[in-house]
């Protein structure tokens, strides 16, 4: 089974310019989410969909940073335009829907260098 | 609302010596819980996870965890460490549909 599929793994950008990740979930996975990873922290949840609708986007800052899942498969997570602060880690997590535990599977994710 | 506390940033064994990471949560219903390991430039990889069946959960790796209600924790631990266990470590909160909450991490480093 192919796990989940990110790309690129590796960004740098100029501050105020714009980036797009793309992120590829395990067939048959319902559930997609996005999280940002700063340096020395653990992962923070930017938002959740259930196949192509947000469950959960309150901690996304919207004003920069905007995603979709069309078609409820592949999706895509913009920042525009890209501050300092912005350089993180960006992982992608997909889930089943059903289940004990809704358990998460990770990609390798985005490393993005804001400079 | 639901948090995750992980005590120590950082934690150092020898290898062979007895792994203790520590993790305590918060959650007003009862929570599913999990631990992640995170090697350099790699995604996150679960090592185990609580989802009420059974309160000692053993997972890959030789690592186990124990969910202690009365004490809202769920330490990870594992009796003999070896240099390949040098990873981060992030203990995860979730209830009902909800995504993940994680804790900050914990580095372990394996001396020799």
């Known amino acids: 089974e192919a796990g989940v599929a990110q790309s690129p793994r590796y960004k740098i950008i100029e501050k105020r310019q714009s980036v797009a990740f793309w992120c590829n979930p395990i067939?048959?996975?319902?559930?997609l989410y996005w999280y940002q990873q700063i340096l020395g922290q653990g992962p923070k949840l930017l938002i959740q969909?259930?196949?192509?609708?947000?469950?959960?986007d309150s901690q996304l800052p919207k004003d920069r940073f905007s995603a979709e899942r069309l078609k409820g498969v592949d999706s895509t997570l913009k920042i525009q335009p890209a501050k300092l602060e912005d350089s993180a880690v960006y992982l992608c997590?997909?889930?089943?829907?059903?289940?004990?535990?809704?358990?998460?599977?990770f990609g390798p994710g985005t490393r993005l260098t804001v400079t | 609302a639901q948090s995750v506390t992980q005590l120590g940033s950082h934690v150092s064994v020898s290898e062979g010596a007895l792994v203790l990471l520590r993790c305590n949560y918060s959650?007003?219903?009862?929570?599913?819980l999990f631990w992640y390991v995170q090697y350099p430039n790699q995604g996150l990889q679960l090592l185990l996870k609580?989802?009420?069946?059974?309160?000692l959960v053993k997972g890959i790796n030789g690592f186990e965890a124990e969910f202690k209600k009365s004490e809202t924790s769920f330490h990870l631990t594992k009796p003999s460490a070896h240099m390949s266990d040098a990873a981060e470590y992030f203990c995860?909160?979730?209830?009902?549909?909800?995504?993940?909450?994680f804790g900050s991490g914990t580095r372990l480093q394996v001396q020799p």
């Open positions: 609580y989802t009420s069946a059974a309160t």
């Open positions: 959650s007003s219903v009862p929570p599913y």
């Open positions: 067939s048959g996975h319902a559930t």
């Open positions: 997590a997909s889930s089943l829907v059903g289940g004990d535990s809704y358990e998460q599977y």
């Open positions: 969909f259930q196949n192509n609708g947000v469950v959960d």
């Open positions: 995860a909160v979730r209830t009902g549909r909800r995504a993940l909450t």
